[in-house]
């Protein structure tokens, strides 16, 4: 009698566990879900660095222009420079997006999926944004002559045009990165 009640209740235990992993959001694609996510985010803080190397050589190299310590010759072979490393943060930020692009596929992962999709449209957005950074150098590269003297007015003119037409993408960028974060907290993802 009691071999048979031990029985009973092993089965029962692994009937339970059996249900319990296959209930949504329990066990079987939550796993995979985090390692996607994880390997998302260790490619996209891997790129942290970069990016703001990326945004002081940037700086540098514009304010080295506008106040006259760099040539055009020089301003032209930094701002190649700078649209070669844009393109491999572009490229390697594509690595990140089809890890979280992997989360949706995945059965009872709600959240690991509402967070890649924020990852995914902050991605984008970056995208959007270094191809408009690109254009920038591209336009202050053509306003930049050798030889002759920089015009502050265009070259103060195209900037500010750009940055107040891209205000909204960044803010955008950075409400998108916030709402992520937030909501990994949140859920402990």
């Known amino acids: 009698m009691k071999r048979r009640s031990l029985l009973v209740i092993s089965l029962l235990l692994v009937g339970t566990m059996a249900l319990f992993l296959l209930l949504p959001g329990c066990g079987g694609d939550k796993g995979k879900a985090k390692e996607y996510m994880e390997k998302g985010d260790e490619t996209i803080e891997g790129l942290e660095s970069t990016s703001a190397t990326l945004e ?17 010759s020089e301003f032209k072979s930094g701002a190649d420079e700078v649209i070669s490393n844009i393109d491999g943060l572009v490229t390697e930020s594509k690595k990140a997006k089809a890890e979280y692009e992997k989360i949706s596929g995945l059965k009872g992962v709600d959240d690991y999926e509402e967070y890649a999709d924020l990852r995914i449209e902050a991605i984008d957005n970056a995208g959007v944004m270094m191809t408009k950074l690109k254009e920038l150098l591209s336009n202050l590269q053509d306003l930049v002559q050798e030889g002759q003297p920089v015009d502050q007015t265009a070259l103060m003119t195209e900037i500010t045009k750009w940055s ?11 409400d998108l990165s916030e709402k992520a974060d937030k909501l990994k907290t949140d859920k402990n993802l």
């Open 164 to 174: 107040e037409e891209n205000q909204e993408l960044v803010e955008e960028g950075v």
């Open 56 to 72: 002081s050589d940037i700086d540098e190299l514009i304010n080295g222009l506008i106040a006259g310590e760099s040539g055009a």
